[in-house]
Nanobody, 124 residues
Framework: QVQLVESGGGLVQAGGSLRLSCAAS????????MGWFRQAPGKEREFVAA????????NYAYSVKGRFTISRDNAKNTVYLQMNSLEPEDTGVYYC?????????????????WGQGTQVTVSS
């Protein structure tokens, strides 16, 4: 089992920045690729970003590319999502997730463990 706890969400004006953190506990953090997803009210949960086990590879949704940066610190068992130039469309609950398979994927089905989410609200 892997336990994931997100933090860092909040209310920010359009154009502002937030940094989300996700602290992992349980099994060896570096054995998991990590991803961030988000869910807006009334919408499906969607992929935001992913990072491989050793930070060699990253992948981003087209809508956030160039504005968001995913990173991880395996010594601290933590994955981050730096969000810049935020837009109202970025509003939603942000979830981190752990994928035990050695692939970088946008598909939710590959992620076995999920956090409880942190709310991000971007006002216009």
């Amino acid at each position: 089992q892997v336990q994931l706890v997100e933090s860092g969400g909040g209310l920010v004006q359009a154009g502002g920045s937030l940094r989300l953190s996700c602290a992992a506990s349980g099994r060896t953090f570096s054995n998991y690729a990590m991803g961030w997803f988000r869910q807006a009210p009334g919408k499906e949960r969607e992929f935001v970003a992913a990072i491989s086990r050793r930070s060699i590879s990253t992948n981003y949704a087209y809508s956030v590319k160039g504005r968001f940066t995913i990173s991880r610190d395996n010594a601290k068992n933590t994955v981050y999502l730096q969000m810049n130039s935020l837009e109202p469309e970025d509003t939603g609950v942000y979830y981190c997730a752990a994928n035990p398979k050695p692939i970088l994927t946008m598909s939710r089905t590959f992620y076995d463990y999920w956090g409880q989410g942190t709310q991000v609200t971007v006002s216009s």
